[in-house]
C-alpha cells in the first residue's frame, strides 16, 4: 500500500509569491494534518481536515489556507511568502482515533529566497 | 513554557551503550503519548507509541509518568544505525488528535 505522498518534493519561490503543496493521505486514512518544520525545530501543528472539514488550526498567520477534497487529499495554500517560510512542510494522515498516530510524507522543503 | 519540552543533547554514545530520553509535557488533558524518529533531513517515522504501563518494542523501552507529566525512552545496546533525533510527541486532548511535538533530543552512536 502507498504511504502518504506529497509533491513537489522541492521547491523554489521569491518573496511575494503564492505556493501550493499537495498530499494524498493513505488509503482509508480520512484525516490530514499540516506541519511546518524549521531547521532544528520540532514539527509545528498547521491544519487538521477531517471529512473536507478543518478541525483545528495552530498559530499560523492568514496567509496559510488549506482545504481537504472528496478523495480526502489536501492542499496547503501560503500566500505573500515571506523568508521566514522556507521550511519543511509535511502531510501526515492518521486513522480516526483519539489516540492514533500520525504518519508522515517525506514532505516538501521549501526555499524561499 | 513549551507545551512539550525535551533535553535537546545531542547524546554521543558508544556502540553497546545504554541512553535514556526523558520529556515533560504541560498539558494534562493529553491522552497519547509517542516517540517518534527522524534522521536527517528525512521525515518523522513513528518509533513507538507510549502505554500508561510502559511497553517495550526490542531495544526500546518506553514510559509514561501522568502524575509527574514525564515520558521517557530507554535504548538498550546502542546500534550506530539509532544515530538520528527522537522526537517526543504528546496529543493535545480538547477533542480532536492534534499532535504537538518537542525540539527533538538528537543521539549520535559512534564505533
Known amino acids: 500500500d502507498a504511504g502518504v505522498t506529497q509533491s513537489p518534493t522541492h521547491l523554489i519561490k521569491t518573496r511575494g509569491q503564492h505556493v501550493t503543496l499537495r498530499c494524498s493521505p493513505i488509503?482509508?486514512?480520512?484525516?490530514v494534518s499540516w506541519y511546518q518544520q524549521v531547521l532544528g525545530q520540532g514539527p509545528q501543528f498547521i491544519f487538521q481536515?477531517?471529512?473536507?472539514?478543518?478541525?483545528g488550526r495552530g498559530n499560523f498567520p492568514d496567509r496559510f489556507s488549506a482545504r481537504q477534497f472528496p478523495n480526502y487529499s489536501s492542499e496547503l495554500n501560503v500566500n505573500a511568502l515571506l523568508l521566514g517560510d522556507s521550511a519543511l512542510y509535511l502531510c501526515?494522515?492518521?486513522?480516526?482515533?483519539?489516540?492514533?498516530?500520525?504518519?508522515f510524507g517525506n514532505g516538501t522543503r521549501l526555499t524561499v529566497t | 513554557r513549551k507545551e512539550v519540552e525535551q533535553d535537546p543533547g545531542p547524546f554521543n554514545v558508544p556502540e553497546g551503550a545504554t541512553v535514556a530520553f526523558n520529556c515533560t509535557y504541560s498539558n494534562s488533558a493529553s491522552q497519547s503519548f509517542f516517540w517518534y524518529r527522524q534522521d536527517c533531513r528525512k521525515e518523522p517515522k513513528l518509533l513507538m507509541s507510549v502505554y500508561s504501563s510502559g511497553n517495550e518494542d526490542g531495544r526500546f523501552t518506553a514510559q509514561l509518568n501522568r502524575a509527574s507529566q514525564y515520558i521517557s525512552l530507554l535504548i538498550r545496546d546502542s546500534k550506530l544505525s539509532d544515530s538520528a533525533t527522537y522526537l517526543c510527541?504528546?496529543?493535545?486532548?480538547?477533542?480532536?488528535?492534534?499532535?504537538?511535538f518537542g525540539a527533538g533530543t538528537r543521539l549520535a552512536v559512534h564505533p
Open positions: 481536515y477531517y471529512e473536507k472539514e478543518e478541525r
Open positions: 501526515a494522515s492518521q486513522n480516526r482515533g483519539v489516540n492514533s498516530p500520525l504518519h
Open positions: 488509503s482509508g486514512h480520512k484525516s
Open positions: 510527541v504528546v496529543n493535545s486532548g480538547g477533542g480532536y488528535n492534534k499532535l504537538i
